[in-house]
């Protein structure tokens, strides 16, 4: 059980599911949850009641996977959480718990992808490896995240596949880590949930770049210098980072400065800045990071 075994749902009736049991005092049977969910199943599946069986099933199983929920024998699901009490505080809490899980859970799995994907854009030096077919860019994808014994001739084996990647889509996007792309799929965009991480931090007067990247990699650990980043780097053997900064975490950084989300010091010498890889920007070289006041909202 897992977020992307249970391939049927979407972070959206995920959260729907849990304001129903709030709202049903904490907990209900699976047939009481299936009566509220049968006819939102029954419009986007055409295919009849065991179609709809298996969507609530998978919906339940994904809840459960994040422990958000938990069920007995008598087949009655429970809230074990306080329910979020927006989509967007949501997606905060299933982050704080991915960034948190061990590298045995199941769902570990969800943030390594996106680090293998930050991992192998820099290696690429740049994105145009997206434009494999899903089941190219599935495989490269598991090639960079940490071995566990599968055999990788058995796509269906692998920690990371094709079959896996349509739910990993959407929670990477929800968790606004990344944006739908027609021919890449999914292109590995962080900025919303960098904005939301340093304001979440309190890092809104200014902070020196490398107090900056230890904010980084301990909020967000697949980007630069996290767990989870470094563990793709070294399987996919990426050339020390030294004083530079990814793509990814170099674009997300220049567009929150280029829309005044946040300002970009850059006055300082080479011992005290960090280059910046990819397009020409006016901004090459960064010393500290400051939120801008107004912007610092969410």
Do not use: C
């Not at 968790?175 to 949930?193: A, E, F, H, T």
């Amino acid at each position: 059980m897992s977020l992307l075994s249970d391939t049927n749902h979407s972070p959206q009736r995920v959260f729907a599911l849990l304001r129903l049991l709030e709202a049903e005092g904490g907990e209900l049977d699976f047939e009481s949850i299936k009566s509220w969910f049968k006819p939102e199943f029954r419009g986007g599946d055409n295919r009849g009641p065991e179609s709809e069986h298996i969507n609530i099933r998978q919906m339940l199983g994904a809840a459960t996977s994040l422990k958000l929920i938990e069920s007995d024998a008598q087949n009655r699901y429970r809230l074990v959480v306080t329910v979020p009490s927006s989509l967007e505080a949501f997606a905060d809490a299933v982050h704080d718990r991915l960034i948190e899980v061990d590298w045995s859970d199941a769902d570990s799995i969800v943030l390594e992808a996106f680090a293998a994907m930050v991992a192998l854009t820099e290696l690429e030096q740049g994105t145009t490896w997206l434009d494999l077919n899903a089941k190219d860019r599935a495989a490269r994808i598991n090639k960079a995240v940490r071995r566990d014994g599968t055999d990788e001739e058995d796509e269906s084996k692998n920690r990371f596949n094709s079959t896996k990647a349509a739910p990993w889509k959407r929670w990477i996007i929800f968790l606004g880590l990344g944006i739908p792309m027609p021919k890449g799929d999914l292109y590995p965009y962080p900025v919303r949930r960098l904005e939301r991480e340093i304001s979440r931090a309190g890092a809104v007067d200014g902070v020196g770049i490398e107090p900056f990247l230890d904010l980084v990699a301990a909020r967000m650990p697949y980007l630069d210098g996290g767990r989870l980043f470094r563990a793709s780097a070294e399987q996919i053997r990426l050339p020390p980072m030294e004083r530079r900064l990814t793509r990814v975490l170099t674009g997300a950084l220049r567009d929150l400065h280029d829309d005044k989300r946040l300002a970009l010091e850059t006055v300082g010498d080479a011992k005290q800045t960090y280059a910046m890889t990819g397009e020409p920007h006016v901004v090459k070289n960064v010393k500290g990071v400051r939120m801008i006041r107004e912007a610092a909202h969410v």
